[in-house]
């Protein structure tokens, strides 16, 4: 099997991975792309023109798919950002709850000067 088809067939594995829920096993799912990502660079690095007319049918194949990837990852970045803000607010507002007057600020004293 030539490199092209080798890469073709491991961003094929990219895209269905991506593509699938991933709510219960997120960071099995993301150790499994760090894996396949660095599967393809590796054979991406070994590849060396001229190209068939096949060959060049499965890279435009491997560019649609490298997007909708890229969609994929995003989209799964996004999720993460909203899981970690969720737990952050979670925290301040149990630390708020056990202690409402922690956070009191004391700037606006004055002074009452007697005459």
Same mark, same amino acid.
Do not use: H
């Given at each position: ?5 080798? &890469? &073709? ?8 991975? #991506?593509?699938? /829920? !991933? ?9 499994? #792309?760090?894996?396949?990502? =660095? ?10 023109? /001229? !190209? ?13 798919? @490298? ?7 995003? @989209? ?18 149990? =630390?708020? !709850?056990?202690? /409402? ?15």
């Amino acid at each position: 099997m030539n490199n092209v088809q080798q &890469c &073709c067939n491991i961003t094929e594995k990219l895209v269905k991975l #991506v593509k699938s /829920p !991933y709510e219960a096993q997120r960071d099995e799912i993301i150790a499994e #792309v760090e894996s396949l990502l =660095k599967q393809r660079q590796a054979v991406m690095a070994d590849m060396k023109g /001229p !190209y068939s007319e096949e060959e060049k049918k499965l890279g435009k194949q491997i560019l649609v798919w @490298n997007s909708e990837i890229e969609r994929g990852l995003a @989209n799964l970045r996004n999720d993460i950002k909203r899981n970690m803000n969720s737990v952050a607010k979670k925290k301040t507002s149990a =630390k708020k !709850y056990t202690n /409402p007057y922690e956070s009191m600020q004391f700037d606006g004293m004055f002074y009452d000067k007697k005459k």
